[in-house]
Antibody
């Protein structure tokens, strides 16, 4: 069974940092592109970043570029999102998604940026 | 950046009726257009990718069509489980982008 489980969310002050993890099982993690997507309260979905199967190619949406870093550990089957300089507008549920099409998703982890 | 506009914002229908949802791009996305369903408290679920290909385990009542800039998701006969928000996604150019969503409500 394919499973993706996000963790690491919580409440953080503006300017703070968090590291999210996405632990996967049930498929060959090292063969897949992986992605981070978020949904902010009352708004739609935003595709934040993508990382290729070996981790050497990473892309970000402009609004998080320079603040967020996506990485992966293929030996541990874990995808990471390091979030620095967090802002109010980063408050959202963060999801990891698998593959070129985003065919499997985790249930999400909530990040709340609040003074 | 490619902007996707979905219409209508809300569609109020009864079970058994057909739903037709539209997604329009401000520039061509070729065939790199997907549709997702999202329910409250749940992750998005991939329904359709590459315009018209159904994802694994997606019922045949869901179909996608279109090309270049204009795309449609059709649900041929709504079931109670289908009342949700639907998003289109383009992955023709980075950054990938979602439409604003169309909500299918129970009339």
């Amino acid at each position: 069974e394919v499973k993706l489980v996000e963790s690491g969310g919580g409440i953080v002050q503006p300017g703070g940092s968090l590291r999210l993890s996405c632990e996967v099982s049930g498929f060959g993690f090292s063969n897949y592109w992986m992605h981070w997507v978020r949904r902010a309260p009352g708004t739609g979905l935003m595709w934040l970043s993508r990382i290729n199967s070996n981790g050497f190619s990473v892309s970000y949406v402009d609004s998080v570029k320079g603040r967020f870093t996506t990485s992966r550990d293929n030996a541990k089957n874990i995808l990471y999102l390091q979030m620095n300089s967090l802002r109010d507008e980063d408050t959202a549920v963060y999801y990891c998604a698998r593959g070129v099409y985003g065919d499997f998703w985790g249930q999400g982890t909530l990040v709340a940026v609040s003074p | 950046e490619i902007v996707l506009t979905q219409s209508p914002a809300t569609l109020s229908l009864s079970p058994g009726e057909a739903a037709t949802l539209s997604c329009r791009a401000n520039q061509t996305v070729s065939y790199f257009l997907s549709w997702f369903q999202q329910k409250p408290g749940q992750a998005p679920r991939l329904l359709i990718y590459d315009v018209s290909k159904r994802a694994s385990d997606i019922p045949a009542r869901f179909s996608g069509s279109g090309s270049e800039t204009d795309f449609t998701l059709t649900i041929s006969s709504l079931e109670l489980d289908d009342f949700a928000v639907y998003y289109c996604l383009q992955r023709g150019d980075w950054p990938f982008s979602f439409g604003g969503g169309s909500r299918v409500d129970l009339k």
